[in-house]
């Protein structure tokens, strides 16, 4: 019943900016963490940005300044604004969230994942 739907990908050129957003929706209880993943052909999975529940960011090396990511928790959302884009971070991006969803009986934490939304950046 938990889903997390990605949008705002697309394609740019270098210096441009896009804005990702997630929505997690369902039967859910609580949620944890929020991040941001991505993916480039060949290339493993690597941790983009992340948002913890009680506010506090992690960025890679390589977005640090340029990339922010912020969460609404009254709607169970998280963001990512990618500023001065380069060809380097042309990937799948993949939202990632901790969620506490309801089942009846007792609270388990997993891990869910969106269905990944490509951006492509120009030189």
């Known amino acids: 019943q938990v889903q997390l739907v990605e949008s705002g990908g697309g394609s740019v050129q270098a210096g441009g900016s896009l804005r990702l957003s997630c929505a997690a929706s369902g039967s859910i209880f609580s949620v944890g963490d929020m991040g941001w993943y991505r993916q480039a052909p060949g290339n493993q999975r690597e941790l983009v940005a992340e948002?913890?529940?009680?506010?506090?960011?992690t960025y890679a090396d390589s977005v640090k300044g340029r990339f922010t990511i912020s969460r609404d928790n009254a709607k169970n959302e998280v963001y990512l604004q990618m500023n001065s884009l380069k060809p380097e971070d042309t990937a799948v991006y993949y939202c990632?969230?901790?969620?506490?969803?309801?089942?009846?009986?007792?609270?388990?934490?997993?891990?869910?994942w969106g269905q990944g939304t490509q951006v492509t950046v120009s030189s």
């Open positions: 948002v913890t529940s009680g506010g506090r960011t």
């Open positions: 990632n969230a901790l969620i506490n969803p309801y089942n009846g009986a007792f609270v388990v934490a997993i891990n869910y």
